[in-house]
């Protein structure tokens, strides 16, 4: 069983920069495959990114590549997501997900924490 935590959502104007942090339980973090996703108002809730379980292969969705960056502290049983150049069209809640395969298919991911908000003014 793992549980996550996530946090560093908030309020910022287009252009701006957050760091989201997710913090796993366990002492198994390192085997897990980890992701981020996000759902917006009225919609379902779609991949962001994923990470492999050495911190090395990376998996983006084409929104927001070149401007997110995920990386893992395997040390620290957390892994972020560095938002850079925020647009409104990035406003969601941003969800934390733990699995087995580097995918962006929500089935592939077993374990989820309960999200953090990101409101991106114009």
């Known amino acids: 069983q793992v549980q996550l935590v996530e946090s560093g959502g908030g309020l910022v104007q287009a252009g701006g920069s957050l760091r989201l942090s997710c913090a796993a339980s366990g002492r198994t973090f390192s085997t897990y495959v980890m992701g981020w996703f996000r759902q917006a108002p009225g919609k379902e809730r779609e991949f962001v990114a994923a990470i492999g379980r050495g911190g090395i292969d990376t998996y983006y969705t084409d929104s927001v590549k070149g401007r997110f960056t995920i990386s893992r502290d395997n040390t620290k049983n957390t892994q972020y997501l560095q938002m850079n150049s925020l647009k409104p069209d990035d406003t969601a809640v941003y969800f934390c997900?733990?699995?087995?395969?580097?995918?962006?298919?929500?089935?592939?991911?077993?374990?989820w924490g309960q999200g953090t908000q990101v409101t991106v003014s114009s």
């Open positions: 997900a733990a699995g087995r395969l580097l995918a962006r298919l929500q089935k592939n991911y077993d374990y």
